[in-house]
């Protein structure tokens, strides 16, 4: 705790000395930060690195003129010149009008308490016996071939964010990780590969790494096999861990910075029925031991739980003041930043509620349909909504999933996906931007 008050009197001897340099406004934050992360594969310990360091930025604001300057360097000479280059650099860029910090009035006044924090350090050696036993686990699965490996990691970060209009903030957040990435089959009848992990703020809270292996090398195994299909239209599910990639997808489309350079294809759906009735889509940023979760956002401004999608109506846009400014609204607090960027919109711990249908209820009527577990490719434009991604999955034949499907295309239009998206009640709070399985029908599988 000392040393996050320390981090906090430096930032505001900086925000001092920004103003007394000529800045009109300046806010500035500091990241102090550990981690440990390890490598292991075939039998042997691959990778073992340790890190520790930190970086400080100041933004500081002359007019409507802004300049943003970062540092690891937090000697008293290296500050002074850090105000120095910032202000020197604000009088000279081109006068944006959007910009600025909050006013008092907008700042919270009020924060919760959130578990984001373990306070226990993780040890290279735990590491090492978590990644072992996860590959060790995915390995033994009959099938499986060769191991990319396995990886285990901990960090924990100390932040520091202070402004000339009265906010202060600090907090510790930490986060662990395992992940396990192996091979089944041989030169012969072709090879796949698959991969499991798993993370949470909490060491303790992460899932066992023998389920991970298991589940990695079982994966890998069920893909053997694969088939191309013809081209076709037919009901797709999507597995729940690239189902979260279609909430992800409606972020970047309701994102305010976005909406604000009409590069979106919902710049006009605000308060209009974007997916069915029963899909709900909710953020909840007070979520405790929440991956993504932040008492107020990173200018200051309250935050809270609410529903993006209530029953299918698109609710709010995801707002920093800056969009906000640019939109003529209120700001949505969900501004994020690092110590070299200013702040921009970003959305907290997201999911897309579940459904009332189990998984093999909602596939149960399907004579013919994808299954898909895999996404490979970038292939979303939202400006258009025109998505098409490469798939890796199971074809669906009489509401049960057969043999095994690749190098295959799933394509369609976001603005009719969603509309047409029925969610299962298969959800897990895993990664912070989270979905249950759901099924889409009407798109076209390309493939032969």
């Given at each position: 705790?000392?040393?996050?008050?320390?981090?906090?009197d430096?930032?505001?001897?900086?925000?001092?000395?920004?103003?007394?340099?000529?800045?009109?406004?300046?806010?500035?934050?500091?990241v102090d930060?550990?981690?440990?992360?390890?490598?292991?594969r075939?039998?042997?310990?691959?990778?073992?690195?340790?890190?520790?360091g930190?970086?400080?930025?100041?933004?500081?604001?002359?007019?409507?003129?802004?300049?943003?300057?970062?540092?690891?360097?937090?000697?008293?000479?290296?500050?002074?010149?850090?105000?120095d280059?910032?202000?020197?650099?604000?009088?000279?860029?081109p006068?944006?009008?959007?910009?600025?910090?909050?006013?008092?009035?907008?700042?919270?006044?009020?924060?919760?308490t959130?578990?984001?924090?373990?306070?226990?350090?993780?040890?290279?050696?735990?590491?090492?016996?978590?990644?072992?036993?996860?590959?060790?686990?995915?390995?033994?699965?009959?099938?499986?071939?060769?191991?990319?490996?396995?990886?285990?990691?901990?960090?924990?970060?100390?932040?520091?964010?202070?402004?000339?209009?009265?906010?202060?903030?600090?907090?510790?957040?930490?986060?662990?990780?395992?992940?396990?990435?192996?091979?089944?089959?041989?030169?012969?009848?072709?090879?796949?590969?698959?991969?499991?992990?798993?993370?949470?703020?909490?060491?303790?809270?992460?899932?066992?790494?023998?389920?991970?292996?298991?589940?990695?090398?079982?994966?890998?195994?069920?893909?053997?096999?694969?088939?191309?299909?013809?081209s076709?239209?037919?009901?797709?599910?999507?597995?729940?861990?690239?189902?979260?990639?279609?909430?992800?997808?409606?972020?970047?489309?309701?994102?305010?910075?976005?909406?604000?350079?009409?590069?979106?294809?919902?710049?006009?759906?605000?308060?209009?029925?974007?997916?069915?009735?029963?899909?709900?889509?909710?953020?909840?940023?007070?979520?405790?031991?929440?991956?993504?979760?932040?008492?107020?956002?990173?200018?200051?401004?309250?935050?809270?739980?609410?529903?993006?999608?209530?029953?299918?109506?698109?609710?709010?846009?995801?707002?920093?003041?800056?969009?906000?400014?640019?939109?003529?609204?209120?700001?949505?607090?969900?501004?994020?930043?690092?110590?070299?960027?200013?702040?921009?919109?970003?959305?907290?711990?997201?999911?897309?509620?579940?459904?009332?249908e189990?998984?093999?209820?909602?596939?149960?009527?399907?004579?013919?349909?994808?299954?898909?577990?895999?996404?490979?490719?970038?292939?979303?434009?939202?400006?258009t909504?025109?998505?098409?991604?490469?798939?890796?999955?199971?074809?669906?034949?009489?509401?049960?999933?057969?043999?095994?499907?690749?190098?295959?295309?799933?394509?369609?239009?976001?603005?009719?996906?969603?509309?047409?998206?029925?969610?299962?009640?298969?959800?897990?709070?895993?990664?912070?931007?989270?979905?249950?399985?759901?099924r889409?029908?009407?798109?076209?599988?390309?493939?032969?």
């Open positions: 705790m000392s040393e996050t008050l320390a981090l906090a430096t930032l505001t001897e900086l925000i001092a000395s920004a103003r007394a340099a000529g800045a009109d406004a300046a806010d500035a934050i500091v930060g550990a981690s440990v992360s390890v490598t292991y075939l039998g042997k310990l691959e990778q073992l690195e340790r890190s520790e930190g970086d400080i930025g100041l933004r500081v604001l002359i007019g409507k003129k802004q300049a943003i300057v970062s540092s690891a360097d937090r000697s008293r000479e290296a500050l002074k010149e850090l105000v280059r910032a202000v020197a650099m604000a009088r000279t860029v006068e944006d009008p959007f910009c600025g910090l909050a006013s008092a009035d907008q700042i919270a006044k009020s924060l919760p959130l578990d984001i924090c373990d306070p226990a350090e993780v040890s290279a050696e735990t590491l090492i016996a978590k990644a072992r036993a996860c590959e060790e686990a995915a390995r033994a699965v009959k099938g499986v071939t060769n191991s990319d490996g396995a990886s285990g990691s901990w960090g924990r970060s100390r932040v520091a964010i202070a402004a000339s209009n009265g906010f202060m903030r600090t907090y510790e957040s930490s986060g662990s990780s395992l992940s396990v990435s192996v091979l089944a089959g041989d030169a012969a009848q072709g090879m796949e590969t698959d991969y499991d992990y798993t993370s949470a703020v909490y060491f303790a809270d992460l899932k066992r790494p023998e389920e991970i292996g298991i589940s990695a090398g079982t994966r890998a195994v069920r893909k053997l096999g694969a088939r191309k299909m013809p076709t239209r037919v009901p797709i599910i999507f597995d729940p861990r690239v189902a979260r990639g279609l909430v992800s997808h409606l972020l970047g489309a309701i994102n305010g910075a976005s909406v604000a350079r009409g590069t979106t294809f919902l710049k006009d759906a605000m308060n209009t029925d974007v997916f069915g009735a029963s899909v709900n889509i909710i953020e909840d940023p007070h979520r405790q031991r929440g991956l993504r979760s932040k008492p107020c956002d990173a200018e200051g401004l309250p935050n809270h739980k609410r529903a993006l999608i209530d029953q299918g109506r698109l609710t709010t846009w995801i707002l920093d003041l800056r969009s906000a400014r640019q939109l003529k609204l209120a700001p949505t607090g969900h501004a994020a930043r690092s110590t070299g960027s200013p702040p921009s919109p970003s959305a907290t711990n997201v999911y897309l509620a579940a459904g009332s189990t998984p093999a209820a909602l596939m149960a009527d399907i004579k013919e349909g994808f299954y898909v577990t895999d996404l490979v490719g970038q292939g979303v434009n939202t400006v909504g025109d998505y098409s991604r490469g798939a890796v999955g199971f074809w669906i034949e009489n509401g049960q999933t057969s043999f095994a499907v690749s190098e295959v295309t799933v394509a369609g239009n976001l603005a009719q996906m969603f509309k047409a998206i029925r969610p299962a009640n298969d959800l897990e709070l895993l990664y912070g931007i989270d979905a249950p399985t759901v889409i029908d009407g798109m076209t599988v390309a493939g032969t």
